[in-house]
Protein backbone atom coordinates (compact mmCIF):
# COMPACT_ATOMS: atom_id res chain seq x y z
CA UNK A 1 0.00 0.00 0.00
CA UNK A 2 1.11 3.54 -0.66
CA UNK A 3 0.01 6.62 0.88
CA UNK A 4 0.61 10.35 -0.09
CA UNK A 5 0.09 13.41 2.59
CA UNK A 6 -1.61 16.29 1.34
CA UNK A 7 -1.08 19.24 3.00
CA UNK A 8 -2.36 22.63 2.75
CA UNK A 9 -2.08 26.07 4.41
CA UNK A 10 -5.41 25.28 6.01
CA UNK A 11 -5.68 21.28 6.26
CA UNK A 12 -4.13 17.71 6.35
CA UNK A 13 -4.82 14.88 4.45
CA UNK A 14 -3.57 11.55 3.27
CA UNK A 15 -4.35 9.29 -0.06
CA UNK A 16 -4.00 5.54 0.52
CA UNK A 17 -3.70 3.66 -2.38
CA UNK A 18 -3.50 0.06 -2.33
CA UNK A 19 -5.00 -3.37 -3.08
CA UNK A 20 -8.36 -4.78 -1.63
CA UNK A 21 -8.17 -1.64 1.16
CA UNK A 22 -11.71 -1.56 0.97
CA UNK A 23 -12.43 -4.53 3.05
CA UNK A 24 -10.24 -2.55 5.89
CA UNK A 25 -11.85 1.10 4.77
CA UNK A 26 -12.44 1.53 9.18
CA UNK A 27 -8.63 1.33 9.79
CA UNK A 28 -8.11 4.87 7.69
CA UNK A 29 -10.36 6.87 8.83
CA UNK A 30 -9.39 9.47 11.41
CA UNK A 31 -11.16 8.56 14.21
CA UNK A 32 -14.57 6.41 15.20
CA UNK A 33 -17.69 8.02 13.97
CA UNK A 34 -20.86 6.68 15.58
CA UNK A 35 -23.10 7.17 12.71
CA UNK A 36 -22.08 6.80 8.99
CA UNK A 37 -23.98 7.37 6.15
CA UNK A 38 -22.41 5.87 2.93
CA UNK A 39 -23.32 7.44 -0.64
CA UNK A 40 -22.52 5.42 -3.86
CA UNK A 41 -24.44 4.94 -7.28
CA UNK A 42 -26.46 2.80 -8.19
CA UNK A 43 -23.39 0.48 -10.33
CA UNK A 44 -21.34 0.92 -8.16
CA UNK A 45 -23.39 -0.33 -5.40
CA UNK A 46 -23.84 -4.06 -7.02
CA UNK A 47 -20.46 -3.59 -7.54
CA UNK A 48 -18.94 -2.54 -3.88
CA UNK A 49 -21.53 -1.37 -1.29
CA UNK A 50 -21.27 -4.66 0.29
CA UNK A 51 -17.67 -4.76 1.02
CA UNK A 52 -17.67 -1.45 2.60
CA UNK A 53 -20.86 -1.91 4.79
CA UNK A 54 -19.35 -5.21 5.98
CA UNK A 55 -15.87 -3.58 7.09
CA UNK A 56 -17.80 -1.76 9.91
CA UNK A 57 -18.49 -3.13 13.64
CA UNK A 58 -21.71 -4.71 13.59
CA UNK A 59 -22.82 -2.04 16.75
CA UNK A 60 -22.15 0.99 14.19
CA UNK A 61 -24.63 2.60 12.43
CA UNK A 62 -24.16 2.43 9.24
CA UNK A 63 -26.69 3.79 6.55
CA UNK A 64 -26.63 3.72 2.82
CA UNK A 65 -28.02 6.00 0.20
CA UNK A 66 -27.62 5.44 -3.42
CA UNK A 67 -28.44 7.40 -5.94
CA UNK A 68 -28.91 6.92 -9.75
CA UNK A 69 -25.47 6.54 -11.72
CA UNK A 70 -24.62 9.40 -14.20
CA UNK A 71 -23.88 12.83 -14.36
CA UNK A 72 -27.12 13.68 -13.96
CA UNK A 73 -27.39 12.93 -10.26
CA UNK A 74 -25.03 16.45 -9.19
CA UNK A 75 -28.72 18.00 -9.12
CA UNK A 76 -30.26 20.20 -6.32
CA UNK A 77 -33.34 17.45 -6.24
CA UNK A 78 -31.00 14.72 -5.46
CA UNK A 79 -28.52 17.10 -3.00
CA UNK A 80 -31.85 18.08 -1.40
CA UNK A 81 -33.40 14.31 -0.96
CA UNK A 82 -29.61 13.58 0.03
CA UNK A 83 -29.70 16.36 3.26
CA UNK A 84 -33.04 15.75 3.66
CA UNK A 85 -31.98 11.83 4.41
CA UNK A 86 -29.18 13.49 6.93
CA UNK A 87 -31.85 14.77 8.30
CA UNK A 88 -34.02 11.82 9.19
CA UNK A 89 -30.81 9.68 10.24
CA UNK A 90 -30.10 12.52 12.33
CA UNK A 91 -26.52 12.75 11.37
CA UNK A 92 -25.06 15.62 13.18
CA UNK A 93 -21.13 17.08 13.52
CA UNK A 94 -19.62 13.61 14.46
CA UNK A 95 -20.85 12.04 11.90
CA UNK A 96 -19.25 10.72 8.54
CA UNK A 97 -20.26 10.18 4.68
CA UNK A 98 -18.48 8.01 2.65
CA UNK A 99 -18.81 8.83 -1.13
CA UNK A 100 -18.05 5.21 -2.76
CA UNK A 101 -18.09 5.92 -6.13
CA UNK A 102 -16.48 7.84 -9.17
CA UNK A 103 -16.26 11.80 -9.63
CA UNK A 104 -20.13 12.21 -9.80
CA UNK A 105 -20.42 10.26 -6.15
CA UNK A 106 -17.64 12.12 -4.53
CA UNK A 107 -18.28 15.55 -5.89
CA UNK A 108 -21.88 15.29 -4.99
CA UNK A 109 -21.71 13.67 -1.40
CA UNK A 110 -18.63 16.02 -0.93
CA UNK A 111 -21.24 18.94 -1.24
CA UNK A 112 -23.42 17.55 1.26
CA UNK A 113 -20.97 17.24 3.66
CA UNK A 114 -19.31 20.60 3.22
CA UNK A 115 -23.21 21.85 3.39
CA UNK A 116 -25.05 19.99 6.04
CA UNK A 117 -24.93 21.80 9.42
CA UNK A 118 -22.07 23.99 7.91
CA UNK A 119 -19.83 21.10 7.24
CA UNK A 120 -19.20 17.50 8.79
CA UNK A 121 -16.86 15.15 8.13
CA UNK A 122 -16.07 12.77 4.61
CA UNK A 123 -13.79 10.51 2.85
CA UNK A 124 -13.44 10.17 -0.59
CA UNK A 125 -13.85 6.39 -1.72
CA UNK A 126 -13.17 6.85 -5.60
CA UNK A 127 -13.94 3.84 -7.88
CA UNK A 128 -12.82 5.53 -11.22
CA UNK A 129 -9.65 6.06 -12.93
CA UNK A 130 -10.49 9.47 -13.09
CA UNK A 131 -11.30 9.95 -9.56
CA UNK A 132 -7.52 9.88 -9.03
CA UNK A 133 -8.17 13.31 -10.18
CA UNK A 134 -11.65 14.71 -8.57
CA UNK A 135 -11.57 12.98 -5.15
CA UNK A 136 -7.88 14.88 -4.58
CA UNK A 137 -8.03 18.88 -4.12
CA UNK A 138 -11.20 19.48 -1.96
CA UNK A 139 -13.31 20.54 -4.76
CA UNK A 140 -16.90 19.79 -4.46
CA UNK A 141 -19.93 20.91 -6.20
CA UNK A 142 -23.19 19.87 -8.01
CA UNK A 143 -24.88 21.22 -11.60
CA UNK A 144 -27.18 23.88 -12.50
CA UNK A 145 -28.92 23.99 -15.73
CA UNK A 146 -26.89 26.91 -17.00
CA UNK A 147 -23.67 25.16 -16.25
CA UNK A 148 -21.30 22.86 -15.08
CA UNK A 149 -20.33 22.53 -11.27
CA UNK A 150 -21.66 26.14 -10.66
CA UNK A 151 -22.76 25.31 -6.97
CA UNK A 152 -19.60 24.28 -4.58
CA UNK A 153 -17.18 24.80 -2.26
CA UNK A 154 -13.72 24.33 -1.56
CA UNK A 155 -14.24 21.13 1.08
CA UNK A 156 -11.23 18.82 1.56
CA UNK A 157 -11.75 15.41 2.69
CA UNK A 158 -10.49 13.31 5.73
CA UNK A 159 -8.88 10.91 3.64
CA UNK A 160 -8.93 9.26 0.35
CA UNK A 161 -9.15 5.79 0.22
CA UNK A 162 -8.47 4.16 -2.92
CA UNK A 163 -8.71 0.34 -3.89
CA UNK A 164 -7.38 -0.15 -7.08
CA UNK A 165 -8.49 -3.39 -7.61
CA UNK A 166 -12.09 -1.64 -8.10
CA UNK A 167 -11.17 -0.32 -11.04
CA UNK A 168 -10.97 -3.31 -13.18
CA UNK A 169 -14.74 -3.02 -13.43
CA UNK A 170 -14.93 0.08 -15.62
CA UNK A 171 -16.25 -0.21 -18.71
CA UNK A 172 -13.77 0.85 -21.11
CA UNK A 173 -14.81 4.13 -21.89
CA UNK A 174 -14.66 5.14 -18.36
CA UNK A 175 -10.67 3.86 -18.89
CA UNK A 176 -10.43 5.75 -20.97
CA UNK A 177 -11.88 9.01 -19.81
CA UNK A 178 -9.88 8.50 -16.60
CA UNK A 179 -6.43 7.64 -18.64
CA UNK A 180 -6.72 11.17 -20.25
CA UNK A 181 -6.37 12.89 -16.83
CA UNK A 182 -3.40 10.41 -16.13
CA UNK A 183 -1.74 12.10 -19.27
CA UNK A 184 -2.71 15.64 -18.84
CA UNK A 185 -1.07 15.00 -15.04
CA UNK A 186 2.05 13.73 -17.38
CA UNK A 187 1.64 16.77 -19.83
CA UNK A 188 1.64 19.57 -16.99
CA UNK A 189 4.75 17.44 -14.90
CA UNK A 190 7.75 16.01 -16.48
CA UNK A 191 8.38 14.44 -19.35
CA UNK A 192 9.41 10.83 -17.77
CA UNK A 193 6.10 10.09 -16.62
CA UNK A 194 4.45 11.45 -19.84
CA UNK A 195 7.04 9.20 -21.70
CA UNK A 196 5.89 6.63 -19.23
CA UNK A 197 2.30 6.45 -20.10
CA UNK A 198 2.68 6.58 -23.59
CA UNK A 199 4.68 3.62 -23.09
CA UNK A 200 2.05 1.65 -22.08
CA UNK A 201 0.81 0.47 -25.46
CA UNK A 202 -2.75 -0.42 -24.51
CA UNK A 203 -4.35 0.94 -21.03
CA UNK A 204 -7.20 -1.60 -21.26
CA UNK A 205 -5.21 -4.26 -20.19
CA UNK A 206 -2.41 -2.56 -17.78
CA UNK A 207 -1.07 -4.97 -14.57
CA UNK A 208 -2.00 -3.65 -11.31
CA UNK A 209 1.23 -2.49 -10.71
CA UNK A 210 1.92 0.11 -13.50
CA UNK A 211 -1.77 1.30 -13.19
CA UNK A 212 -1.10 1.90 -9.28
CA UNK A 213 2.12 3.52 -10.28
CA UNK A 214 0.65 6.16 -13.30
CA UNK A 215 -2.28 7.06 -10.45
CA UNK A 216 0.19 7.43 -7.32
CA UNK A 217 2.05 10.01 -9.94
CA UNK A 218 -0.84 11.75 -11.21
CA UNK A 219 -2.18 12.31 -7.73
CA UNK A 220 1.48 13.21 -6.49
CA UNK A 221 1.29 16.28 -9.85
CA UNK A 222 -2.49 17.42 -8.81
CA UNK A 223 -1.24 17.21 -5.04
CA UNK A 224 1.78 19.39 -5.34
CA UNK A 225 -0.25 22.08 -7.45
CA UNK A 226 -3.09 22.11 -4.75
CA UNK A 227 -0.62 22.71 -1.87
CA UNK A 228 0.90 25.89 -3.66
CA UNK A 229 -2.46 26.76 -4.98
CA UNK A 230 -5.65 25.51 -3.22
CA UNK A 231 -7.83 28.26 -4.38
CA UNK A 232 -6.97 28.45 -7.53
CA UNK A 233 -5.77 31.88 -8.21
CA UNK A 234 -2.79 30.92 -9.93
CA UNK A 235 -0.85 27.45 -10.97
CA UNK A 236 -4.08 25.48 -10.14
CA UNK A 237 -5.15 26.58 -13.51
CA UNK A 238 -3.01 24.48 -15.04
CA UNK A 239 -5.15 21.18 -14.32
CA UNK A 240 -7.29 22.83 -16.57
CA UNK A 241 -5.14 22.10 -19.61
CA UNK A 242 -7.11 20.75 -22.24
CA UNK A 243 -10.65 21.72 -20.50
CA UNK A 244 -11.34 24.52 -22.59
CA UNK A 245 -12.29 23.23 -25.50
CA UNK A 246 -12.56 20.35 -23.70
CA UNK A 247 -15.70 20.90 -21.73
CA UNK A 248 -17.20 22.91 -24.99
CA UNK A 249 -16.84 19.94 -26.91
CA UNK A 250 -19.00 17.75 -23.95
CA UNK A 251 -21.56 20.70 -24.28
CA UNK A 252 -21.85 20.48 -28.06
CA UNK A 253 -22.07 16.95 -28.37
CA UNK A 254 -24.48 16.46 -25.58
CA UNK A 255 -23.09 15.07 -22.23
CA UNK A 256 -23.72 11.13 -22.65
CA UNK A 257 -22.57 11.62 -25.80
CA UNK A 258 -18.84 11.17 -24.93
CA UNK A 259 -17.04 11.56 -21.43
CA UNK A 260 -15.35 14.35 -19.82
CA UNK A 261 -11.87 12.56 -20.41
CA UNK A 262 -12.33 11.84 -24.31
CA UNK A 263 -13.42 15.25 -25.11
CA UNK A 264 -10.22 16.36 -22.49
CA UNK A 265 -8.02 14.75 -24.62
CA UNK A 266 -9.17 15.98 -27.72
CA UNK A 267 -9.26 19.26 -25.92
CA UNK A 268 -5.35 18.38 -25.10
CA UNK A 269 -4.39 17.78 -28.74
CA UNK A 270 -5.75 21.33 -29.73
CA UNK A 271 -4.64 23.34 -26.49
CA UNK A 272 -1.17 22.09 -27.97
CA UNK A 273 -2.05 23.28 -31.66
CA UNK A 274 -2.86 27.14 -30.47
CA UNK A 275 0.64 26.61 -28.31
CA UNK A 276 2.43 26.03 -31.18
CA UNK A 277 0.69 29.19 -32.68
CA UNK A 278 1.13 31.43 -29.91
CA UNK A 279 4.57 30.14 -28.90
CA UNK A 280 5.76 28.92 -32.54
CA UNK A 281 6.96 26.25 -30.44
CA UNK A 282 7.14 22.17 -31.76
CA UNK A 283 5.03 20.18 -29.71
CA UNK A 284 5.02 16.17 -29.79
CA UNK A 285 1.21 16.47 -31.04
CA UNK A 286 1.54 13.27 -33.48
CA UNK A 287 2.73 10.88 -30.72
CA UNK A 288 -0.54 11.74 -28.48
CA UNK A 289 -2.74 11.89 -31.36
CA UNK A 290 -1.63 8.23 -32.28
CA UNK A 291 -1.56 6.90 -28.76
CA UNK A 292 -5.27 8.54 -28.70
CA UNK A 293 -6.08 6.39 -31.62
CA UNK A 294 -4.36 3.48 -30.96
CA UNK A 295 -6.73 3.21 -27.22
CA UNK A 296 -9.81 3.89 -29.19
CA UNK A 297 -10.77 7.87 -28.20
CA UNK A 298 -13.29 9.02 -30.23
CA UNK A 299 -11.21 10.95 -32.96
CA UNK A 300 -13.63 11.36 -35.90
CA UNK A 301 -17.00 14.12 -35.19
CA UNK A 302 -18.95 15.06 -37.81
CA UNK A 303 -20.51 18.67 -38.75
CA UNK A 304 -19.04 20.38 -35.60
CA UNK A 305 -20.34 23.91 -35.92
CA UNK A 306 -17.10 25.32 -34.69
CA UNK A 307 -18.57 28.89 -34.45
CA UNK A 308 -21.02 27.79 -31.94
CA UNK A 309 -17.77 25.55 -29.89
CA UNK A 310 -15.41 28.58 -30.09
CA UNK A 311 -18.53 30.88 -28.38
CA UNK A 312 -18.97 28.04 -25.72
CA UNK A 313 -15.85 28.76 -25.02
CA UNK A 314 -16.11 32.22 -23.66
CA UNK A 315 -18.49 31.60 -20.86
CA UNK A 316 -16.10 28.98 -19.50
CA UNK A 317 -15.77 29.26 -15.98
CA UNK A 318 -12.31 30.20 -16.55
CA UNK A 319 -12.59 33.02 -18.62
CA UNK A 320 -12.91 36.55 -18.17
CA UNK A 321 -15.60 39.17 -19.55
CA UNK A 322 -16.01 36.84 -22.29
CA UNK A 323 -12.09 37.02 -23.14
CA UNK A 324 -10.69 33.57 -23.61
CA UNK A 325 -8.34 31.86 -21.51
CA UNK A 326 -6.45 29.13 -22.33
CA UNK A 327 -3.97 27.18 -20.42
CA UNK A 328 -1.01 26.70 -23.17
CA UNK A 329 2.14 24.25 -23.18
CA UNK A 330 5.71 25.51 -23.92
CA UNK A 331 7.49 22.41 -23.65
CA UNK A 332 6.20 19.31 -21.45
CA UNK A 333 5.83 20.42 -17.73
CA UNK A 334 6.04 24.07 -18.76
CA UNK A 335 2.64 26.34 -19.24
CA UNK A 336 1.34 29.50 -19.46
CA UNK A 337 -1.99 31.30 -19.43
CA UNK A 338 -3.22 33.30 -21.82
CA UNK A 339 -5.37 34.74 -23.41
CA UNK A 340 -5.88 33.97 -27.18
CA UNK A 341 -8.21 36.05 -29.52
CA UNK A 342 -11.68 34.35 -31.20
CA UNK A 343 -10.58 34.41 -34.47
CA UNK A 344 -7.38 32.42 -33.98
CA UNK A 345 -9.41 29.86 -32.05
CA UNK A 346 -11.72 29.73 -34.94
CA UNK A 347 -9.27 29.48 -37.67
CA UNK A 348 -7.19 26.50 -35.67
CA UNK A 349 -10.28 24.45 -34.53
CA UNK A 350 -11.75 24.97 -38.56
CA UNK A 351 -8.48 23.13 -40.00
CA UNK A 352 -8.64 20.88 -36.78
CA UNK A 353 -12.54 19.92 -36.85
CA UNK A 354 -12.24 19.20 -41.12
P1 LIG B 1 -18.94 8.79 -12.68
O1 LIG B 1 -18.84 8.98 -11.24
O2 LIG B 1 -20.25 9.05 -13.32
O3 LIG B 1 -18.52 7.28 -13.03
C1 LIG B 1 -18.58 6.84 -14.37
C2 LIG B 1 -19.48 5.60 -14.53
O4 LIG B 1 -18.75 4.47 -14.05
C3 LIG B 1 -20.77 5.64 -13.73
O5 LIG B 1 -21.79 5.07 -14.50
C4 LIG B 1 -20.48 4.76 -12.51
O6 LIG B 1 -21.64 4.15 -12.02
C5 LIG B 1 -19.54 3.74 -13.09
N1 LIG B 1 -18.57 3.17 -12.15
C6 LIG B 1 -17.91 3.82 -11.16
N2 LIG B 1 -17.02 3.01 -10.60
C7 LIG B 1 -17.13 1.81 -11.21
C8 LIG B 1 -16.45 0.59 -11.08
N3 LIG B 1 -15.43 0.43 -10.22
N4 LIG B 1 -16.81 -0.44 -11.90
C9 LIG B 1 -17.80 -0.28 -12.81
N5 LIG B 1 -18.46 0.87 -13.00
C10 LIG B 1 -18.13 1.91 -12.21
O7 LIG B 1 -17.87 9.64 -13.49
P2 LIG B 1 -16.34 10.00 -13.27
O8 LIG B 1 -15.78 10.00 -14.61
O9 LIG B 1 -15.69 9.19 -12.22
O10 LIG B 1 -16.42 11.49 -12.70
C11 LIG B 1 -16.95 12.52 -13.49
C12 LIG B 1 -17.37 13.65 -12.58
O11 LIG B 1 -16.23 14.12 -11.85
C13 LIG B 1 -17.92 14.86 -13.31
O12 LIG B 1 -19.12 15.25 -12.71
C14 LIG B 1 -16.88 15.94 -13.11
O13 LIG B 1 -17.42 17.23 -13.06
C15 LIG B 1 -16.27 15.52 -11.81
N6 LIG B 1 -14.89 16.01 -11.61
C16 LIG B 1 -14.61 16.66 -10.46
C17 LIG B 1 -13.34 17.11 -10.21
C18 LIG B 1 -13.02 17.78 -8.92
O14 LIG B 1 -11.93 18.29 -8.74
N7 LIG B 1 -13.94 17.76 -7.97
C19 LIG B 1 -12.32 16.90 -11.15
C20 LIG B 1 -12.64 16.23 -12.30
C21 LIG B 1 -13.93 15.78 -12.53
ZN1 LIG C 1 -11.07 17.02 -16.04
Not at 56 to 72: H, K, L, N, R, Y
Not at 200 to 205: E, P, T, V
Amino acid sequence: MNSITIETNTNQYDVHIGEKIRHKLPSFLPKEYQTIMIVTDSSVADLYLEDVKTAFEEDQSVFTSIVPAGEASKSKDVYFDLITECIQRQLDRHSLIIALGGGVVGDLAGFVAATYMRGIDYVQVPTTILAHDSSVGGKVAINHPEGKNLIGSFYPPEAVIYDVETLYTLPEQEVRSGYAEVVKHGLISDEAYYESVLAQGGIHKLSNSILTEHLLKGIQVKADIVEKDEKENGIRQYLNFGHTLGHALEAELGYGRITHGEAVAIGMLFAMKVSEFVFGNTLPINKLHDWLKKNHYPMEFQDIDTVRLVNRMKIDKKSRNQRIQMVLLKKIGQLEVREVNDELLLEIANDFFR
